[in-house]
């Protein structure tokens, strides 16, 4: 691969041997004119030739002389036959996962010859390198070929190219009516300009992608996730043990090695910022580690929940997701370093353990309220009943994770709610999961959804149908267990509109990581659940977006296209505003104001698949 796209630097025109000659003004306008064309349809076919993996209509691009030049990161490299001998044979996974190539620039030099020079991506094995290529066309006996290429990668902190996305319906976030035939301009990796294309000046010199008949949106924004989890059984070894098979350590350490396999499911389901509201320290570097990349959401972390219990399968002997609220001394000094080591938000499992202990449970939560608001981080609760989602409002919580489960809100809470500022993140369908694992059973969702994730996710999941135990639900039970749920659903879906009506921004949140809640497209029965419940396509849209954003801390630069926010946007084919559910034909990501074709984002097995 390095044969193919180097990194390099480069070389002098006077090696090709190639002259310029000399035209009179007459003759080179339409020589110029005609050597561009000619120079740039061998440029596409170049690089068609590489995402096609064809091998024969690669090497004839080049001229097939010792005067072919290529820049590397040794130096100058001349031939053909060396060329020849290094590229993959058609369909060889030698060739690169995907190579998008944008703002070519052309120059012509004289009589048969270009040269150009264009910004690449190329995405090898899932990293992604990003820089900018040469090249230099020149016309022989043989026609127009190759003679010089060179590439070298971008230096760490130089944004992308700037680029204007034209004619889409535009839903910038805001939840107003949709923008036609809209323009966006991006610069530095954030919006320069959003609007109405007869009000949007597009810069002279910049690439234009023309989006006629497709609508963009804001990217998605997760407020529930948890990196500490793996999306199946080994990272919850109390819901189903698979220790035996995988090692609990093991599945950690490997979330922790591997949290690209995460990031990329994300993104290819146009999920372009997460909030992980609880997992080991480790996870609260993945903010600095993503805030500027293309290839990852930005990650914002709480760091280890502070719990009313803890449970011994998921800690490790030398560290722990978990702080027992025991006294009030713990949990202030818990929050003091979780302040000092960098959180983003204070996190609270409040887990009824016994009735008699909630008064004291719930002083506790309130003491972290306290803390929390000293040290100016905020409060996020998971809490599924009403007294204690109460008790998590009056301790200043700013996000409630999950629903009131057991019963209808009533008047005082929700205006407590209101009153306080609280954001609710109903988290409507992350218990089918538990209940498709007790079953053994993948359902045609969740098959559909492994096309987007990393191959080991993949195998575990299809594990599911065949791991062997005695945890198995019998047929009765899973019938008793999927009327229950129903039930369980019609209270959150209810609790939900009386919180939406009401004026409580309502946010997306899957808990993703949980088993069978898989990171990335779990996000879509979210959405489609959450308008089942009664909210308009596009009030899921600012549930996803504006208000996502504000749950996490961020929406003072993510959740809304508009001048100076971050470039974080999703292209879908089909009007997200007319049913959520086209959420799921996305076409195009940006973040960050790079823009890639989700297929290039995709594993490999599925990327003809969408």
Same mark, same amino acid.
């Given at each position: 691969?390095?044969?193919?796209?180097?990194?390099?630097?480069?070389?002098?025109?006077?090696?090709?041997?190639?002259?310029?000659?000399?035209?009179? %003004?007459?003759?080179?306008?339409?020589?110029?004119?005609?050597?561009?064309?000619?120079?740039?349809?061998?440029?596409?076919?170049?690089?068609?030739?590489?995402?096609?993996?064809?091998?024969?209509?690669?090497?004839?691009?080049?001229?097939?002389?010792?005067?072919?030049?290529?820049?590397?990161?040794?130096?100058?490299?001349?031939?053909?036959?060396?060329?020849?001998?290094?590229?993959?044979?058609?369909?060889?996974?030698?060739?690169?996962?995907?190579?998008?190539?944008?703002?070519?620039?052309?120059?012509?030099?004289?009589?048969?010859?270009?040269?150009?020079?264009?910004?690449?991506?190329?995405?090898?094995?899932?990293?992604?390198?990003?820089?900018?290529?040469?090249?230099?066309?020149?016309?022989?006996?043989?026609?127009?070929?190759?003679?010089?290429?060179?590439?070298?990668?971008?230096?760490?902190?130089?944004?992308?190219?700037?680029? %204007?996305?034209?004619?889409?319906?535009?839903?910038?976030?805001?939840?107003?009516?949709?923008?036609?035939?809209?323009?966006?301009?991006?610069?530095?990796?954030?919006?320069?300009?959003?609007?109405?294309?007869?009000?949007?000046?597009?810069?002279?010199?910049?690439?234009?992608?023309?989006?006629?008949?497709?609508?963009?949106?804001?990217?998605?924004?997760?407020?529930?996730?948890?990196?500490?989890?793996?999306?199946?059984?080994?990272?919850?070894?109390? %819901?189903?043990?698979?220790?035996?098979?995988?090692?609990?350590?093991?599945?950690?350490?490997?979330?922790?090695?591997?949290?690209?396999?995460?990031?990329?499911?994300?993104?290819?389901?146009?999920?372009?910022?997460?909030?992980?509201?609880?997992?080991?320290?480790?996870?609260?570097?993945?903010?600095?580690?993503?805030?500027?990349?293309?290839?990852?959401?930005?990650?914002?972390?709480?760091?280890?929940?502070?719990?009313?219990?803890?449970?011994?399968?998921?800690?490790?002997?030398?560290?722990?997701?978990?702080?027992?609220?025991?006294?009030?001394?713990?949990?202030?000094?818990?929050?003091?370093?979780?302040?000092?080591?960098?959180?983003?938000?204070?996190?609270?499992?409040?887990?009824?353990?016994?009735? %008699?202990?909630?008064?004291?449970?719930?002083?506790?939560?309130?003491?972290?309220?306290?803390?929390?608001?000293?040290?100016?981080?905020?409060?996020?609760?998971?809490?599924?009943?009403?007294?204690?989602?109460?008790?998590?409002?009056?301790?200043?919580?700013?996000?409630?994770?999950?629903?009131?489960? #057991?019963?209808?809100?009533?008047?005082?809470?929700?205006?407590?709610?209101?009153?306080?500022?609280?954001?609710?993140?109903?988290?409507?369908?992350?218990? #089918?999961?538990?209940?498709?694992?007790?079953?053994?059973?993948?359902?045609?969702?969740?098959?559909?959804?492994?096309?987007?994730?990393?191959?080991?996710?993949?195998?575990?999941?299809?594990?599911?149908?065949?791991?062997?135990?005695?945890?198995?639900?019998?047929?009765?039970?899973?019938?008793?267990?999927?009327?229950?749920?129903?039930?369980?659903?019609?209270?959150?879906?209810?609790?939900?509109?009386?919180?939406?009506r009401a004026g409580v921004p309502v946010v997306l949140g899957t808990d993703a990581g949980n088993p069978l809640t898989l990171h990335g497209?779990?996000?879509?029965?979210?959405?489609?659940?959450?308008?089942?419940?009664?909210?308009?396509?596009?009030?899921?849209?600012?549930?996803?977006?504006?208000?996502?954003?504000?749950?996490?801390?961020?929406?003072?630069?993510?959740?809304?296209?508009?001048?100076?926010?971050?470039?974080?946007?999703?292209?879908?084919?089909?009007?997200?505003?007319?049913?959520?559910?086209?959420?799921?034909?996305?076409?195009?990501?940006?973040?960050?104001?790079?823009?890639?074709?989700?297929?290039?984002?995709?594993?490999?097995?599925?990327?003809?698949?969408?």
């Amino acid at each position: 691969m390095a044969r193919l796209i180097a990194i390099a630097i480069a070389s002098s025109l006077l090696f090709l041997g190639v002259a310029v000659s000399a035209v009179s %003004a007459a003759q080179g306008v339409s020589a110029e004119a005609a050597d561009l064309q000619a120079a740039r349809a061998l440029f596409e076919k170049n690089i068609r030739a590489i995402q096609e993996r064809n091998r024969d209509d690669y090497l004839s691009c080049y001229r097939a002389s010792e005067r072919l030049a290529r820049g590397g990161a040794t130096g100058i490299t001349t031939g053909f036959d060396d060329l020849a001998t290094n590229t993959p044979h058609n369909g060889s996974d030698r060739w690169p996962q995907a190579l998008i190539a944008r703002d070519l620039q052309l120059a012509w030099l004289g009589s048969g010859l270009v040269y150009g020079t264009y910004r690449y991506r190329v995405i090898v094995d899932g990293a992604a390198t990003d820089g900018l290529s040469e090249r230099v066309f020149a016309k022989d006996s043989d026609g127009w070929r190759i003679a010089l290429s060179t590439a070298f990668a971008s230096p760490p902190g130089v944004n992308a190219a700037s680029i %204007a996305l034209v004619g889409a319906t535009l839903y910038d976030g805001r939840g107003g009516e949709p923008i036609l035939n809209a323009t966006i301009v991006v610069t530095d990796g954030k919006i320069a300009a959003a609007g109405p294309s007869s009000k949007v000046v597009v810069p002279d010199g910049i690439e234009v992608v023309d989006l006629s008949g497709q609508f963009v949106t804001p990217g998605l924004i997760d407020t529930h996730v948890h990196y500490s989890q793996t999306g199946w059984a080994d990272g919850r070894p109390d %819901a189903l043990d698979a220790r035996e098979q995988y090692p609990y350590p093991k599945s950690m350490a490997d979330c922790r090695e591997h949290p690209e396999r995460f990031h990329r499911a994300f993104l290819a389901c146009g999920v372009t910022a997460v909030f992980d509201v609880g997992g080991y320290p480790w996870t609260r570097g993945l903010r600095a580690a993503t805030e500027e990349s293309p290839d990852a959401p930005h990650v914002s972390a709480t760091g280890a929940l502070l719990s009313t219990r803890v449970p011994a399968a998921l800690t490790l002997p030398d560290q722990s997701q978990f702080v027992l609220m025991d006294t009030e001394a713990t949990v202030r000094a818990a929050v003091q370093s979780h302040a000092a080591q960098g959180s983003d938000a204070i996190k609270v499992w409040f887990v009824l353990t016994d009735p %008699a202990k909630f008064e004291e449970q719930a002083r506790l939560v309130k003491v972290a309220g306290e803390a929390a608001k000293e040290v100016g981080l905020p409060l996020v609760v998971h809490a599924t009943n009403l007294e204690a989602a109460r008790a998590a409002v009056r301790a200043g919580a700013h996000l409630l994770v999950h629903s009131v489960q #057991d019963r209808p809100v009533d008047a005082e809470f929700v205006e407590a709610c209101v009153a306080s500022g609280v954001h609710y993140c109903p988290t409507l369908t992350v218990a #089918d999961g538990y209940r498709h694992l007790g079953a053994r059973k993948l359902t045609a969702e969740l098959r559909r959804q492994l096309a987007f994730v990393d191959a080991s996710v993949r195998a575990r999941a299809l594990a599911t149908e065949t791991w062997p135990g005695d945890r198995r639900m019998s047929p009765a039970y899973q019938e008793r267990a999927g009327a229950r749920a129903a039930q369980r659903l019609r209270v959150m879906s209810e609790n939900l509109m009386t919180m939406h009506r009401a004026g409580v921004p309502v946010v997306l949140g899957t808990d993703a990581g949980n088993p069978l809640t898989l990171h990335g497209p779990s996000v879509f029965p979210e959405l489609e659940t959450m308008q089942a419940a009664g909210l308009t396509p596009g009030e899921v849209l600012v549930a996803a977006t504006r208000h996502a954003a504000r749950a996490m801390g961020r929406g003072e630069d993510l959740g809304v296209i508009a001048k100076g926010r971050i470039a974080d946007l999703v292209v879908v084919s089909s009007d997200p505003g007319a049913d959520i559910a086209n959420m799921r034909r996305i076409t195009h990501i940006m973040r960050a104001g790079v823009l890639q074709e989700r297929s290039h984002m995709l594993p490999r097995v599925a990327a003809e698949r969408f």
